[in-house]
């Protein structure tokens, strides 16, 4: 039976642990996060994202993070289990994605709940372009 994208959220929500943007700033600000990742598109990223992110368009994640891939991003290089939190607009497609890296053997990982636009709202750091 085919599922909604509504759906294919709802089930990742089940499997992803989620954190808020407000905890992900104190994650951060404490070191205890390895890999912010930015799966939007690249007009969202050059529009502004957090400073020191790893920009991966979710469309080429399973390249980026494939750990045997020529296209393995240095930042996921070896990192497993590294502490990653991953965040687009608002929250699902970084749902999706965290869980694609959780298939992929990435045991740490959690989704940004309210993705950039909580960010921004809260007034924390962004870089543009």
């Known amino acids: 039976m085919a599922m909604s994208v509504e759906e294919m959220v709802n089930e990742a929500r089940k499997h992803v642990p989620e954190v808020s943007a407000s905890e992900a700033k104190e994650a951060l600000d404490q070191g ?29 994640l399973e390249w980026h993070a494939d750990q045997a891939s020529p296209m393995c991003k240095p930042e996921l290089q070896g990192r497993t289990d590294a502490r990653i939190v991953v965040h687009c607009a608002a929250g699902g497609r970084s749902l999706l994605a965290a869980q694609t890296l959780k298939k992929m053997g990435y045991t740490n990982v959690v989704s940004m709940d309210g993705g950039f ?13």
């Open 32 to 60: 205890e996060v390895e890999v912010i990742l930015d799966v939007r598109e690249p007009q969202e990223w050059v529009a502004g994202h957090i400073p020191g992110a790893v920009y991966v368009p979710r469309g080429l």
């Open 117 to 129: 636009s909580d960010w921004a709202a809260h007034g924390f750091p962004v870089e543009r372009g």
